[in-house]
């Protein structure tokens, strides 16, 4: 049955969205506001801000157990604690929102927290948001790559867990990594894709459970970057970008200038993990013959450090083969490279052959 709708049908008007500016280099530097622009005048009355410790459940979704930083903030307030806010107009509604953290308190460089626009933001026509609206919001040093002091760093193996979300569509991350820093600060990471054993959870990161996808459509990642040490001998990774490449079958998703962002901190065992997220400038996901591409993103990252007796077999190594025991997708640097990709993997040299 088709029907056809007359002249005097009601069209569907949307409530107002929002976007985030997503900062060069995934992280905002200290001090940089945080950009929101809204799609059409936003009622001031509805808009209402929260800021929480980025902490996700089993699922992907925001655990009970997170920390909330600020709690129902008004968009209409000039400041809500560590957050000054300054508001863009028209004809009455709020059009963007710049919202300055403190670098001596929320704003500082370290783990990523989740910002959320409360359900209930409208237009003046009374179109509101049902859902929360969730953005990613991390602050990282100014950049250099220079430290006074040696870093220390546990290298050895990481289980990395992510997961982008590009439409309705879920790219998961789970790698087995071998990361080793340089006293200077220059780190190496190699990484192979792992899958979850039997029923484990798509987003677990417990090495028992994971295993090296060693089959036709496993791959392997690597890169570069830098540790730097703030004042107080905070530890802040952050990768130089690179791609990733994820063939599921007859679906092909593609990262493009990846970074991994974050604070090195210890757990309650002792060992180094890193609080962060990992960024893209673009993505695209092919099905077929169609290819649907995608704006900047970021999403919350999990990595555990692994004990040498839990260590899944057949991963990457830095000092060891690069492609472990994966037979599909591996494309470790090389001379033959073009541009300087091999030249900062050659640097390994500092953490393989120190003599």
């Not at 001090?31 to 809204?38: D, G, I, N």
């Not at 609080?275 to 996901?285: E, F, R, T």
Request: proline content about 8%; overall charge negative; glycine content about 10%.
């Amino acid at each position: 049955m088709v029907a056809l709708c007359a002249s005097g049908c009601e069209r569907y008007d949307p409530p107002p969205r929002a976007t985030m500016a997503q900062p060069e280099g995934g992280a905002f530097i200290e001090a940089e506001p945080v950009v929101l622009t809204f799609s059409e005048p936003v009622d001031p009355s509805t808009l209402k801000l929260q800021l929480w410790e980025e902490l996700r459940g089993p699922e992907g979704d925001l655990s009970e157990d997170a920390k909330l930083y600020v709690e129902s903030c008004d968009a209409t307030e000039d400041a809500c604690g560590d957050i000054a806010i300054e508001r863009v107009e028209e004809d009455g509604g709020i059009t963007e929102l710049r919202l300055t953290f403190d670098p001596e308190g929320l704003g500082g460089a370290g783990a990523p927290q989740l910002l959320e626009i409360l359900p209930g933001m409208a237009d003046f026509e009374g179109n509101d948001t049902k859902p929360s609206t969730f953005f990613n919001v991390q602050f990282r040093l100014p950049p250099s790559r220079v430290n006074e002091d040696p870093v220390e760093f546990q290298d050895g193996t990481y289980t990395l867990v992510g997961q982008a979300q590009l439409a309705a569509f879920k790219a998961k991350l789970r790698l087995v990594c071998d990361i080793k820093v340089h006293e200077s600060g220059e780190f190496f990471f190699a990484a192979a894709e792992a899958n979850n054993i039997g029923d484990a959870s798509d987003t677990t990161s417990d090495p028992k459970e994971l295993e090296v996808d060693t089959s036709p459509i496993g791959w392997t990642v690597y890169t570069t970057g830098f540790v730097k040490l703030d004042d107080e001998g905070g530890r802040f990774l952050e990768s130089d970008p690179f791609d990733v490449f994820v063939p599921l079958g007859s679906i092909e998703v593609r990262l493009i200038d990846v970074r991994l962002i974050g604070e090195i901190v210890k757990d309650d065992n002792g060992d180094d993990n890193i609080d962060g997220q990992l960024s893209y400038q673009a993505a695209s996901i092919k099905v077929g013959n169609k290819t649907t591409e995608f704006g900047p993103g970021s999403a919350e990252l999990v990595t555990r450090y692994v004990p040498e007796e839990d260590i899944p077999a057949g991963g990457a190594k830095i000092c060891g083969p690069l492609c472990g025991d994966v037979m599909g997708f591996c494309e470790p640097p090389s001379p033959d490279d073009e541009g300087d990709r091999w030249t900062r993997w050659e640097k390994n040299s500092l953490v393989c052959d120190p003599e």
